[in-house]
């Protein structure tokens, strides 16, 4: 588990500060082969990234692992203003903390 956490976080971490015209255009290509809604996906993989996360660093490495998920959650975003084309975004802030908080909950009910 502590393998996956960590390739999920480097996953996270390259999507994350991927420039706003890439990612724009990779966000936009994804919303039109699923047929769902641009901002709708791009929020909902803030949480479902997190989630995965969230389960997987409390399944690897426990209560440390989850309060290290959390703080990424927040220093996720306040990186993002390093990259070009991207922002800060307190909205993001609060769907990574509901996907680690969901992902801990799975974690717990599966433990």
């Known amino acids: 588990m502590r393998f996956a956490a960590v390739l999920v976080f480097i996953v996270e971490c390259v999507l994350s500060h991927t420039p706003g015209d890439r990612s724009g255009r990779q966000s936009e290509t994804l919303a039109k082969l699923s047929g769902v809604d641009e901002g709708l996906l791009r929020r909902l993989a803030h949480v479902f990234l997190f989630l995965v996360l969230g389960v997987l660093t409390g399944a690897g490495f426990g209560w440390i692992g989850i309060g290290a998920a959390a703080v990424w959650a927040v220093v996720d975003e306040a990186t993002k203003p390093l990259v070009p084309?991207?922002?800060?975004?307190?909205?993001?802030?609060?769907?990574?903390?509901?996907?680690?908080?969901?992902g801990v909950g799975l974690w717990l009910v599966l433990r």
């Open 85 to 102: 084309g991207r922002h800060f975004s307190w909205i993001d802030v609060g769907l990574n903390l509901v996907g680690v908080a969901v």
